[in-house]
Every structure is written in structure tokens, then in C-alpha cells.
Nanobody, 123 residues
Framework: VQLQASGGGLVQAGGSLRLSCAAS???????MGWFRQAPGKEREFVAA????????YYSDSVKGRFTISRANAKNTVYLQMSSLKPEDTAIYYC??????????????????WGQGTLVTVSS
């Protein structure tokens, strides 16, 4: 499965963006996650969604501001980001997981990764 993330850009603090992750193949068999990596920092978990029942999980830093969703018929996953803060500036990556503990946020539980899309939040 190849993943293509898009939708990043420059936005002012308090603004919103919606990221998309389009897959070349069927994603219905995979749990999906979003991760991000800020300059000089390690990659961190952002959000995850179950492959079929819609259960979602978020890091504490984005809970209440970000929403992950998926459209299996379109082989696409989304990340709606609101109330953006400068500390949300990072490259955002989507990834697939077949691991039952995908919600733990460990990136080693994720197999296929997209190339990332840059989100820059200005203050």
C-alpha cells in the first residue's frame, strides 16, 4: 500500500487545516494513524482510528482539537485540525497498522508510511 498525504500548508494560530491521506490500495483491513515530527524532535503519535468500528484515539496534546476520520470506500483517511498552535508545526505522516495495539501510538506497530505533509502554524 502506498500512502500520499496532502493538505498541509501555512496557517495562523487558531486556524484550521484538513489533512488527507490517500492510499493506492484498500485500507479497510488496516487501522490508520497520524504521526508528526517537529524540527529537531522525535516522531510522535497524533491520532489513530480502528479499521472498521470507528474507534478513535488521540494524544493528549491534540485531544479536543483534532479529529481523525476515514472513508474506506475512498481509501482515504483525514485529520481535521482546529485551534492550531505554533507547537503543532511539524511534518505530518499517515501510516497503516495491522497490530491490535495500534492505539498505543508506538510507531513500530505501523507498517506502511506516507511521505509526509508540512504544517506550519505562525503565531
Amino acid at each position: 500500500v502506498q500512502l500520499q498525504a496532502s493538505g498541509g500548508g501555512l496557517v495562523q494560530a487558531g486556524g484550521s487545516l484538513r489533512l488527507s491521506c490517500a492510499a493506492s490500495g484498500r485500507i479497510s483491513n488496516y487501522h490508520m494513524g497520524w504521526f508528526r515530527q517537529a524540527p529537531g524532535k522525535e516522531r510522535e503519535f497524533v491520532a489513530a482510528i480502528h479499521r472498521s468500528d470507528g474507534s478513535t484515539y488521540y494524544s493528549d496534546s491534540v485531544k479536543g482539537r483534532f479529529t481523525i476520520s476515514r472513508a474506506n470506500a475512498k481509501n482515504t483517511v483525514y485529520l481535521q485540525m482546529s485551534s492550531l498552535k505554533p507547537e503543532d508545526t511539524a511534518i505530518y505522516y499517515c501510516a497503516t497498522s495491522s497490530n491490535v495495539q495500534y492505539y498505543s501510538g508506538r510507531d513500530s506497530f505501523y507498517g506502511y508510511w506516507g511521505q509526509g505533509t508540512l504544517v506550519t502554524v505562525s503565531s
